[in-house]
């Protein structure tokens, strides 16, 4: 029992069974600083962004793109003009916890939106580094232009009252006029990761019921324990809404994208709206030096041209769900049917063409 790996194996074992946690999504271990900037040229970049960068997030506003990930002690916004020059830009850190308290430790998957003439941070936290079964949803909001600037403030745990249970990864949704959170979280019976949807009633407040809209159900979804959907993100064209989000454990070289599809007037609370597609959408590659691909989000290019997809994936197999998970991008395209084609995870350490407009 002296050995901090076998622990943190028996953890994840014992966890399904309590009934406490879920995915571990980060270890407590120190950020690694950005290597030196590799080979490049005036119209290429290379993979990865940064040596270190789970759960990545992008946010556009006004010219600029804002860039987060999880660092576990606190969050903080990479301000770039180019997302190409994400190596070289410096992060500005916009929030540090408490030292100790409900949402003092295990700072998760942030993400940032502007909504109303303000700016809002979503992320997950818990009470105790390494301690994930009281992992929450919590909100921070800033009135200043610029989100690496003024003031955040705690606007405490968004949560559906009907249902406070182990709650992470909340994103949003905008449709039909209304805002809803999606998570993943349990359900109060087991310790599978579900993705969940609440109508919020503001951007820091839910209302109503909350649906369950996706479970691990093929093999492709089921590698572990734990057994997970988690890290749903949002996105919209054509007339239509996809859900993508993570599956299996973080742990593993498995971890894949799976997908949701629906239209894009239609009620995102009904499960019967959302169909799942039954094959992941979006998985490792060895050849190329990217396993455990997940995680991801989606930005458009500066000309507004293309479509491109950032996530996370380790360098070499057997990584785990640590910070050796980096960020990496590339453009995706789309098919006949209107749906998002994200190919096959591109090589590490070769030139990219840049995004358009850059």
């Not at 041209?305 to 590339?330: D, L, T």
């Amino acid at each position: 029992m002296s050995n901090p790996r076998f622990r943190r194996l028996l953890l994840l074992v014992l966890l399904p069974l309590l009934g406490a946690g879920g995915c571990a999504k980060s270890q407590n271990v120190p950020f690694v600083p950005p290597p030196a900037p590799t080979t490049t040229t005036a119209t290429t970049f290379q993979n990865p962004l940064l040596s270190s960068g789970p759960d990545p997030w992008v946010a556009q506003k006004d010219g600029f793109y804002y860039f987060m990930s999880t660092l576990n002690d606190r969050l903080a916004i990479w301000k770039t003009a180019k997302m190409s020059d994400l190596r070289t830009t410096s992060a500005t850190v916009v929030w540090t916890p408490a030292a100790t308290g409900a949402a003092s430790a295990n700072l998760w998957a942030p993400e940032l939106y502007f909504f109303d003439g303000k700016w809002y941070i979503y992320y997950t936290a818990g009470i105790a580094p390494g301690d994930f079964g009281l992992q929450r949803t919590w909100v921070l909001e800033n009135s200043n232009a610029d989100p690496t600037k003024g003031t955040w403030v705690d606007k405490g745990r968004i949560y559906n009252p009907t249902a406070d249970f182990w709650a992470i990864d909340g994103t949003v949704l905008e449709q039909n006029g209304n805002r809803y959170l999606i998570w993943s979280g349990h359900n109060g019976v087991d310790a599978i990761q579900r993705l969940f949807i609440s109508r919020m009633s503001n951007p820091w407040s839910l209302t109503g019921p909350r649906v369950e809209l996706s479970h691990p159900e093929f093999g492709w979804e089921n590698v572990g324990p734990p057994y997970v959907n988690e890290g749903p993100e949002i996105l919209q064209r054509g007339g239509k809404t996809f859900l993508v989000y993570s599956a299996s454990f973080c742990g593993t070289d498995q971890y894949a994208l799976g997908m949701l599809t629906t239209t894009s007037t239609a009620d995102p609370m009904l499960a019967a709206s959302w169909t799942k597609s039954a094959q992941p959408v979006f998985s490792q590659n060895p050849a190329n030096r990217a396993y455990a691909t997940g995680h991801n989000c989606f930005f458009t290019s500066k000309d507004g041209q293309e479509s491109w997809i950032v996530y996370h994936a380790n360098s070499n197999p057997n990584e785990g769900c640590v910070e050796k998970r980096n960020p990496r991008m590339q453009k995706f395209t789309w098919n006949a049917d209107g749906t998002p084609n994200f190919g096959v995870p591109v090589a590490i350490n070769v030139d990219i063409l840049k995004p358009s407009g850059e």
